[in-house]
């Protein structure tokens, strides 16, 4: 059965699976004495958790058992965003919102729009019946592209899908090019394989703006400007046709479109390249060099490097690269940005969009929450935005823009509803919060977009106080509502045995916390992409053949803006925090110390300014203060404000969304958080 057997009949173990949003989707084991979960660890059975967790997740009880969760039922007494509440039953907030909501959808539904990302990635509380009854009322949809939509379409354009190679196999490569990704702090599990590969002589080479800690623990580093990675993509390619370092072969048989993109990256040498990504013609041709003459070579790249204007043809561009060598042709070669197009989730099963029937709600793209929230009804737009409903998400802290991402929050006509384990930047703005529980009191199953299996999470503990899981807050919503349809009377075991459908044998599931799905061991060898001709499309329908984009805000592409605001800054995230989450962990917050901006000493010298100082980071959004770091982490010309603080728990109220854009990707319509250009200054009040 799911508990594993212990000794002592007071203690128990539970298999459980980390909810949060990261590639690794770690196999958990609770341990739970007198009903109190009392040890978080990995399973040491689960291929790749190996019994190791990240710093944040072993310190889970921490979080769940924190003395400022949200126990009860609140609604709001203070102004917005002041954060002060009165307690109040479940009946008394569940009667207020169904009637405010009931009002509204009386009138137009699209007035309504829910807001919720991957708090958690459970397919049950994350996207099941919160989606039913939206599709069941008839809100807005939500375009839910803040994280991996400009890649995730780039993938669907090439390979037909989030298809990539499988992590255990990176052990077994003789080059890993970790790209755009800071894979200590964010993808643990795979460093673990990159190691092993190291110690059987690999090379790894890291290309990436920031000297990150991984940048550190590999051969090369690449220090490359942002948003520049297409146009190193092209640069290879130029080194790898003129040195005849392509296999023919495997272009011919299994690619599409090849003699086009040639002709572009003959365009690109190395010179060229080297001016546009700061770094020198040298380093482009030594790293063709690697990448055409090494097998297997193998591209770790995550989701760093889509997060600027051109972001999806860079992604496009990078992936056909393991093409052009036949890298494919060994399962330790080829490319992995996210595999979960490998999971059989049966989402219109879980979230019902039938229940719209004939209606077709407009579509809110969360990246724009703050315009959205502020705009007036218009034939473009629809109606003015009346209600949200925001779970498994902190938009406030987390949208680009956030002083629009506040105002809009701050409006007096808006019904704010919270789903939440902490008042949060988003929750203090709410007219009602809602307590729910945390992974250890729920129950959920989870895919996973960096290793090829599927984990169940069983409850471990009873709920904290008063919380619910989202899937019953919903389901009470609904029957509030008046909602008889049958779905929603679907418990949490009949949504989970619905998730994978047949696919996945749901005892065998729960009988071993986790499932191996069937898999091809080297996908593309033979060719076999998931596209309708079954190859890669390097020239894909509607888009072409990919080429470089500039950053929206750049010195080419905006050069009066440039002057003013010479530095780019990037937002990658920190080590000890999960995007917003475990802000308010004590002791991981220690870790972390203060929100800091890096800097090169040279950029810090021409301000006159120093280590440790507290600083301003401005452009025309806004600005933000934090402390200052000079040294080697930042290059010339790039600051890097690490993300992502909660506003009320930062130096003056602000992060460092303040000064990101909601501009969005060249498609996917994605968020361009790392395409922003700022200046530093000394803070007149420096502490
Ligand atoms: N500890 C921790 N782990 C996380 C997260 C977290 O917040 N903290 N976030 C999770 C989430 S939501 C996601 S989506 C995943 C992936 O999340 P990512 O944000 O992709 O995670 P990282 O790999 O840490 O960061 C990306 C790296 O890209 C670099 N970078 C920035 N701009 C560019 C660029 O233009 N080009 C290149 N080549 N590199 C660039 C940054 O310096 C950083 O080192 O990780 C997840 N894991
Ligand atoms: N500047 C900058 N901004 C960024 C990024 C960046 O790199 N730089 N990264 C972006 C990326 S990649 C992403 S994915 C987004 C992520 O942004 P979000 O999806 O907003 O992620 P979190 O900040 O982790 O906030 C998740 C919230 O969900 C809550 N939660 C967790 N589990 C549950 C649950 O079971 N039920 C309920 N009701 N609530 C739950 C948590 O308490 C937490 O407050 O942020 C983006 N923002
Ligand atoms: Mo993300």
Redesign the pocket.
Known sequence: MTEIPTHGAATRVVRGACP????DTCALRITVVEGRAIKVQGDPEHPTTHGAL?T?VSRYTERTYHAERVLHPLRRVGAKGEGRFERVSWEAALGEIAERLGAIAARDPEAIVPYSY?GTMGLLQGESMDRRFFHRLGASLLARTI??TAGGEALAATYGGKLGMHVEHFAESRLILV?????I???LHFWTYAQQAKRAGAKLIC????K?E?ADKCHQHIA??????GALALGLMHELVVNDWLDQDYIERYTEGWPKLRARALEWPPERVAAVCGITAGEVRQLARDVGTTQPAAIRA????Q??HGGGN?VRLISILPCLTGAWRHRAGGFLLSSSGMIPADRAALQRPDLLGARRPRTINMVQIGDALLADSSPDFGPKIEAIVVYNSNPVAVAPDSARVARGFEREDLFTVVLEHFLTDTADHADIVLPATTQLEQLDVHGSYGHTSVLINEPAIAPQGEARPNTQIFRDLAARMGYTDPCFGDSDETLARQAFGSAVPFDALRERGWWQLPRREAPFAEGGFATASGRCMIDAPGLGVPDFVANHESAQSAPELARRYPLAM?S????????SSFVNVDSLRAMEGEPLVEMHADDAAARGLSDGQRVRVFNDRGHYECRLAVGARARRGVV?GL??WWRKLGLSGTNVNQLTSQRLTDFGGGPTF?DCLVEVQACSDAA
Do not use: E
């Open positions: 949060h949003d990261c590639p990240c944040k991957a994280c991996s790209w755009g990704s800071n894979s702090a964010s993808n290309i990436d703006p920031r990150t991984t490359l400007l942002p948003g520049t990675d995550n989701y760093g490097l997060r600027v860079a990037i990658p995230p920190a080590r000890n925090f999960l995007n890097n993300g992502v790392y």
